[in-house]
C-alpha cells in the first residue's frame, strides 16, 4: 500500500488547511486510516484516526474540537480538516493506515503504512 499525503503549507493562527491522504496499490482499502504529527525534537504523536468498517473517529485531546477527520471509501482517501489552528500544531503530518480495525491505544507502531510526511507551519 502506498500512501500520498498532500495539503500542508504556512498559515497564521487561527486559519484552516485540509489535508489529504490517498491509499493505493492494493485490492482492498485499509480499515484504519489517519494521521500523525512531528514537531522538531518530539516524538511522533498520534492526530486522529477514522475505521472504515465502523465509521469511528478518535482523536487527541489536543485537537478535539478544532480538527475534522474524513473519509472518501469510494476514492480511498482519508482527510483531516483543521482549523482554528495554532502555532503548536507545527509539525510534519503523517499520514498512516493499518488493514486492521484498530481498538484502543493508538501507538505508531501499530500501524504499517506511512505516507512521506507534508509539513504545517502555524504562524502567531
Known amino acids: 500500500v502506498q500512501l500520498q499525503a498532500s495539503g500542508g503549507g504556512l498559515v497564521q493562527a487561527g486559519g484552516s488547511l485540509r489535508l489529504s491522504c490517498a491509499a493505493s496499490?492494493?485490492?482492498?482499502?485499509?480499515?484504519?486510516m489517519g494521521w500523525f504529527r512531528q514537531a522538531p525534537g518530539k516524538e511522533r504523536e498520534f492526530v486522529a484516526d477514522?475505521?472504515?468498517?465502523?465509521?469511528?473517529?478518535y482523536y487527541h485531546d489536543s485537537v478535539k474540537g478544532r480538527f475534522t477527520i474524513s473519509r472518501d471509501n469510494a476514492k480511498n482517501t482519508v482527510y483531516l480538516q483543521m482549523n482554528r489552528l495554532k502555532p503548536e500544531d507545527t509539525a510534519v503530518y503523517y499520514c498512516?493506515?493499518?488493514?486492521?480495525?484498530?481498538?484502543?491505544?493508538?501507538?505508531?507502531?501499530?500501524?504499517?503504512?506511512w505516507g512521506q510526511g507534508t509539513q504545517v507551519t502555524v504562524s502567531s
Open positions: 496499490g492494493h485490492t482492498f482499502s485499509p480499515d484504519t
Open positions: 498512516a493506515a493499518v488493514f486492521r480495525r484498530l481498538v484502543g491505544i493508538r501507538a505508531p507502531e501499530r500501524y504499517d503504512y
Open positions: 477514522m475505521t472504515r468498517s465502523d465509521k469511528r473517529t
